[in-house]
């Protein structure tokens, strides 16, 4: 399985402000893929990031909000910006498993509790 | 839409007795479905994924297309069994490997 690790662990920020959270995997992985959970919430897919390409964003999501970067097979970060209490949550970076018979399983990352004040 | 419901925010029950978690889905065509756990004070883990037809720890959860549900369960549950489970869809469309997660339930069991 993938080992995944993300900076920082947890932040309080003003708000206004932006803070960039980092994702770091063991291995080279195609998709990695950004979760947010609101507190009391499920989570929620913000975008998917391939290295090369631009981010695909879900509903709801912008990039002028969250900025994604994929510089390369195993490192990613997301940017938080200009941020408001309603963006405080836990902030999950998840890779697919890629191997042959995984079904698609994903494995996520520790996470990142933002608070926002 | 895309949509998986768990209606128990909370279940609690007795070590020993059986334990079932709910999840209902919408999709139209063929979802692969999974279950997640997470353990107080760890990441988000898989637990089973319907397409392997697998008993892990114990839990089994069997896809009913005609009812649209993936339910988890376990015959005897166990105190570590104590966690947060999260049903999951992952729609095969376009290439696209997301999951869209439903809200959660927190299982507690007694001793």
């Known amino acids: 399985s993938a080992v995944i690790s993300q900076k920082p662990s947890r932040d309080i920020c003003q708000r206004g402000t932006s803070l960039t959270i980092q994702c770091q995997v063991d291995?080279?992985?195609?998709?990695m893929f950004w979760y947010r959970q609101q507190p009391g919430q499920s989570l929620t897919l913000i975008a998917t990031a391939n290295q090369g390409s631009e981010a695909t964003y879900e509903s709801g999501f912008v990039i002028d909000k969250f900025p994604i970067s994929r510089p390369n097979l195993t490192f990613s970060t997301l940017t938080v910006s200009n941020m408001s209490p309603e963006d405080s949550s836990i902030y999950l970076c998840?890779?697919?498993?890629?191997?042959?018979?995984?079904?698609?399983?994903?494995?996520f990352g520790p996470g990142t509790r933002l608070t926002v004040l | 839409a895309q949509r998986v419901t768990q209606p128990e925010k909370l279940l609690s029950v007795f070590k020993g007795a059986p334990v079932e978690l709910k999840c209902n889905y919408s999709y139209s065509g063929s979802p692969e479905l999974f279950w997640y756990v997470q353990y107080s004070r760890q990441r988000l883990q898989l637990l089973l994924r319907h397409i392997s037809r697998e008993s892990i720890k114990g839990f089994t959860a069997d896809l009913n297309k005609g009812e649209t549900s993936f339910h988890l369960k376990k015959p005897f549950a166990q105190e570590e069994d104590s966690a947060m489970y999260y049903c999951a869809l992952n729609p095969p469309q376009g290439g696209s490997e997301k999951l869209v997660f439903g809200k959660g339930t927190k299982l507690t069991v007694n001793p």
């Open positions: 291995s080279q992985v195609t998709m």
């Open positions: 998840s890779v697919e498993d890629g191997r042959v018979g995984s079904y698609n399983e994903q494995f």
